[in-house]
């Protein structure tokens, strides 16, 4: 699949590792320290915007996505010297779209017209809930009153806003989801992430639920009443399901995201940063080292803060390709896969077509409305050999 990386586009993700406190719930690499050294996590980003803007020249950057850990406590001129070496490393879309990901705290809302001036022009807000007993209950340092109070700043600062809710809490029915949904799609402007909460080994949630302490969690069946609840009411709102937890009015799609989806190239640069880059016509994933310290140190000494490079086949490309498109409501483009790959799929395609899961039509291959909820359950009897 040379150079397929272009129907998805080119985007950049740099992570920021750090928080105020770690989300019992939280599998991703943030951490909690004392100080942070602002610039010299700042020179190091711009080392390995450097660094990947060598060997990725000639493209357009069509996004920037500031991902966490929570970025909301970079510094404003941290974002603004990064971007500025961006839009100085690549041809930028005229419609480029630059996220940062924030906490919906007064803190972080000061920060808010600093990020605007830098040029981000997105925020994602980590709401979680709407309410007061349940942030507690997720470990969340906000009030239900500090997140709406950010978000009115965030409205009116920024040009799109996000934001993040869980469902299937503890202690959580249909009815309650139904009307906090229902808040939630009031407040929102063009997107909502909506995310099953789910129990993570190595979480603090993981450790409670292990030892039978994690008490009043939704069954299956509920869960499963509760996504369908969310495509109905999001849905009628105008707010299309356009992949399993990311609803959006028509034109509002996370680009970012989409590129993942998609499966577009792009790179990704901070401790524990992934990445998928295509160079000289062969496709890589990348990797870096997890540990924060251990990354800077690296990056010093180095130059680079890649620790691994590993070349995928036209296999392992077909696999990621339908583990991520298959998310989207759009689907796959059947004629991306190379035709070795796509006749070991076709029989298990048909079988699954059969009982209802996918469909193909026009050449998209796409999850039914049946197969959504179940989507991993459907990937694995595609893939699996």
């Given at each position: 699949?040379?150079?397929?990386?272009?129907?998805?586009?080119?985007?950049?993700?740099?992570?920021?590792?750090?928080?105020?406190?770690?989300?019992?719930?939280?599998?991703?690499?943030?951490?909690?320290?004392?100080?942070?050294?602002?610039?010299?996590?700042?020179?190091?980003?711009?080392?390995?915007?450097?660094?990947?803007?060598?060997?990725?020249?000639?493209?357009?950057?069509?996004?920037?996505?500031?991902?966490?850990?929570?970025?909301?406590?970079?510094?404003?001129?941290?974002?603004?010297?990064?971007?500025?070496?961006?839009?100085?490393?690549?041809?930028?879309?005229?419609?480029?779209?630059?996220?940062?990901?924030?906490?919906?705290?007064?803190?972080?809302?000061?920060?808010?017209?600093?990020?605007?001036?830098?040029?981000?022009?997105?925020?994602?807000?980590?709401?979680?809930?709407?309410?007061?007993?349940?942030?507690?209950?997720?470990?969340?340092?906000?009030?239900?009153?500090?997140?709406?109070?950010?978000?009115?700043?965030?409205?009116?600062?920024?040009?799109?806003?996000?934001?993040?809710?869980?469902?299937?809490?503890?202690?959580?029915?249909?009815?309650?989801?139904?009307?906090?949904?229902?808040?939630?799609?009031?407040?929102?402007?063009?997107?909502?992430?909506?995310?099953?909460?789910?129990?993570?080994?190595?979480?603090?949630?993981?450790?409670?639920?292990?030892?039978?302490?994690?008490?009043?969690?939704?069954?299956?069946?509920?869960?499963?009443?509760?996504?369908?609840?969310?495509?109905?009411?999001?849905?009628a709102a105008g707010f299309t399901g356009y992949?399993?937890?990311?609803?959006?009015?028509?034109?509002?799609?996370?680009?970012?995201?989409?590129?993942?989806?998609?499966?577009?190239?792009?790179?990704?640069?901070?401790?524990?940063?992934?990445?998928?880059?295509?160079?000289?016509?062969?496709?890589?994933?990348?990797?870096?080292?997890?540990?924060?310290?251990?990354?800077?140190?690296?990056?010093?000494?180095?130059?680079?803060?890649?620790?691994?490079?590993?070349?995928?086949?036209?296999?392992?490309?077909?696999?990621?390709?339908?583990?991520?498109?298959?998310?989207?409501?759009?689907?796959?483009?059947?004629?991306?896969?190379?035709?070795?790959?796509?006749?070991?799929?076709?029989?298990?395609?048909?079988?699954?077509?059969?009982?209802?899961?996918?469909?193909?039509?026009?050449?998209?291959?796409?999850?039914?409305?049946?197969?959504?909820?179940?989507?991993?359950?459907?990937?694995r009897e595609l893939l699996m050999d």
């Amino acid at each position: 699949m040379p150079e397929d990386w272009e129907h998805g586009g080119f985007g950049l993700y740099i992570h920021w590792p750090f928080c105020q406190a770690k989300c019992p719930y939280c599998d991703f690499n943030s951490h909690v320290v004392a100080q942070i050294d602002q610039k010299a996590w700042q020179a190091a980003y711009l080392s390995e915007i450097a660094r990947v803007g060598s060997e990725t020249q000639g493209r357009i950057l069509r996004s920037v996505f500031f991902g966490g850990g929570t970025p909301s406590m970079m510094d404003a001129s941290v974002v603004d010297a990064i971007l500025t070496k961006v839009r100085a490393t690549w041809s930028c879309a005229n419609d480029i779209e630059i996220t940062l990901e924030a906490n919906p705290t007064s803190v972080e809302a000061e920060r808010f017209s600093g990020y605007r001036d830098a040029g981000v022009n997105r925020v994602s807000m980590g709401i979680q809930a709407l309410n007061d007993a349940d942030l507690r209950a997720l470990g969340r340092l906000h009030t239900a009153g500090e997140a709406f109070a950010a978000f009115d700043i965030a409205r009116d600062v920024f040009e799109r806003v996000s934001f993040d809710l869980i469902y299937a809490r503890q202690g959580q029915s249909l009815d309650t989801w139904r009307a906090e949904l229902h808040h939630a799609l009031s407040m929102a402007i063009d997107h909502l992430s909506l995310y099953q909460l789910t129990i993570e080994e190595g979480t603090a949630f993981g450790d409670r639920y292990a030892a039978g302490k994690l008490r009043g969690l939704p069954d299956d069946d509920a869960a499963a009443d509760m996504y369908a609840l969310t495509q109905d009411v999001c849905g009628a709102a105008g707010f299309t399901g356009y992949e399993v937890s990311n609803h959006a009015k028509p034109g509002y799609e996370s680009l970012h995201n989409q590129i993942y989806w998609r499966y577009g190239d792009y790179a990704g640069i901070g401790p524990g940063a992934h990445g998928r880059v295509t160079v000289g016509g062969q496709r890589f994933a990348t990797e870096a080292p997890m540990g924060p310290a251990a990354w800077l140190a690296q990056v010093n000494k180095t130059g680079s803060g890649e620790t691994d490079r590993a070349w995928l086949s036209t296999d392992d490309q077909m696999s990621e390709f339908l583990l991520m498109g298959l998310r989207l409501t759009e689907g796959v483009d059947l004629g991306r896969i190379p035709q070795p790959q796509y006749d070991k799929i076709n029989i298990k395609i048909k079988a699954l077509e059969d009982m209802g899961m996918i469909e193909k039509n026009g050449g998209q291959l796409y999850l039914t409305p049946q197969g959504r909820p179940v989507l991993n359950a459907v990937l694995r009897e595609l893939l699996m050999d």
